[in-house]
T-cell receptor, first 115, second 117 residues
Framework: NAGVMQNPRHLVRRRGQEARLRCSPM?????VYWYRQLPEEGLKFMVY????????ESGMPKERFSAEFPKEGPSILRIQQVVRGDSAAYFC?????????????FGPGTRLTVT | AQTVTQSQPEMSVQEAETVTLSCTYD???????LFWYKQPPSRQMILVIR??????QNATENRFSVNFQKAAKSFSLKISDSQLGDAAMYFC??????????????FGTGTRLTIIP
């Protein structure tokens, strides 16, 4: 049973370009969470999605950031017109569609570097 | 909003000794989950141990145990017989259970644990 997959593992973008980060949850998991980790800091929640729905986006910056989790395919975190401050590790986690399921399984992260 | 505080940015321990990492949190909720995650140099987040707030018994996983003090809002992690492979960043995390949809994890700032051979 494959774990949470994220790609790419490393992504380099120049200022002003777009970054697309992909996350494939574990098999059978329909809940996806995105977190951002700035250098030397803890993880900060960004967005929580279920299939075709955004449940909680309270941690998402209001501009340039968007996320989706379509019926088919991976979840995508999209950052438009990247700036140096977007450089961070972005982690995806997933959990099963069970009431009371409390464990989130993390992917290996995507390290975004903006030059 | 919930907050999680880890007041020890760095800790070190001799191999085979015991070390305790501290975590405090602030919440107005009565039911919730608490976690300790380990992040080794590979940066993969690994769940070490979890505690349900409604359980009075402290969770234990092999060499890892917690001291959960609900009234004091304290959740410390004890690592016994420390091994070189325990060297990592350790994050304390909180998760609500009372509201459907409010399932995000709130993390502390982490404690970097060094194992001295």
């Amino acid at each position: 049973n494959a774990g949470v997959m994220q790609n790419p593992r490393h992504l380099v973008r120049r200022r002003g370009q777009e970054a697309r980060l992909r996350c494939s949850p574990m098999k059978g998991h329909s809940h996806v969470y995105w977190y951002r980790q700035l250098p030397e800091e803890g993880l900060k929640f960004m967005v929580y999605l279920q299939k075709e729905n955004i449940i909680d986006e309270s941690g998402m910056p209001k501009e340039r950031f968007s996320a989706e989790f379509p019926k088919e395919g991976p979840s995508i975190l999209r950052i438009q017109q990247v700036v140096r401050g977007d450089s961070a590790a972005y982690f995806c986690a997933s959990s099963p569609p069970l009431a009371g399921a409390y464990e989130q399984y993390f992917g290996p992260g995507t390290r975004l570097t903006v030059t | 909003a919930q907050t999680v505080t880890q007041s020890q940015p760095e800790m070190s321990v001799q191999e085979a000794e015991t070390v305790t990492l501290s975590c405090t949190y602030d919440t107005s909720e009565s039911d919730y989950y608490l976690f300790w995650y380990k992040q080794p140099p590979s940066r993969q987040m690994i769940l070490v141990i979890r505690q349900e707030a409604y359980k009075q018994q402290n969770a234990t996983e092999n060499r890892f145990s917690v001291n959960f003090q609900k009234a004091a809002k304290s959740f410390s992690l004890k690592i016994s017989d420390s091994q070189l492979g325990d060297a990592a960043m350790y994050f304390c995390a909180y998760r609500s259970v009372s509201n459907f949809g409010n399932e995000k994890l709130t993390f502390g700032t982490g404690t970097r644990l060094t194992i001295i051979p």
